[in-house]
């Protein structure tokens, strides 16, 4: 076990909030594990760690949380934050280092104090999401309401199709 996935369960127990693990092959690509965990794609977390550059010395990281079946908009995404000078994804090490686990294991979750989740309204549209666990051979599931209660992501339409 990986000290993130620990976190994660370690949070969800805390916070009281009932969850599912799922395992299944290892697999990062939303479309691929949301096959293998048998959920429909727009009910996965997509989680997305961007760079936000204010000028040239104040830069921000930014979790983007996007229902399975939709993009981050990168246009969208720098209109949340006026003044910005760049917004993109962050580097693959930035992101890993970040997120506390590879590619395509992040969390919808802050791993790191220096990370703002902001989640799109479209994820409310399913009753549960599923992600995974920090891990390529595990995923979870859990309700959408309790997501939003433990996370406390800043809502904002950050999705495109």
Not at 70 to 89: E, H, S
């Amino acid at each position: 076990m990986n000290d993130t996935y620990r976190k994660l369960l370690a949070l969800l127990d805390e916070k009281a909030v009932a969850y599912r693990l799922i395992d299944h092959e290892q697999e990062g690509q939303t479309e691929k594990v949301s096959a293998l965990r048998g959920n429909p794609l727009a009910a996965a977390a997509k989680c997305i760690i961007l760079i936000v550059k204010l000028g040239k010395k104040t830069t921000r990281f930014v979790l983007a949380v996007v229902p399975g079946d939709r993009r981050v908009d990168i246009g969208k995404a720098r209109a949340l934050f006026p003044g910005a000078t760049y917004v993109g994804f962050a580097a693959s090490e930035v992101a890993e280092r970040l997120a506390g686990s590879v590619a395509g294991t992040v969390l919808p979750f802050a791993m790191h104090p220096h990370v703002t989740v902001i989640a799109d309204p479209g994820l409310q549209a399913n009753p549960e999401l599923f992600f995974n666990a920090a891990r390529l051979d595990q995923s979870l599931a859990l309700s959408t309401a309790d997501y939003l209660a433990v996370a406390q992501p800043r809502l904002e339409s950050i999705a495109t199709s």
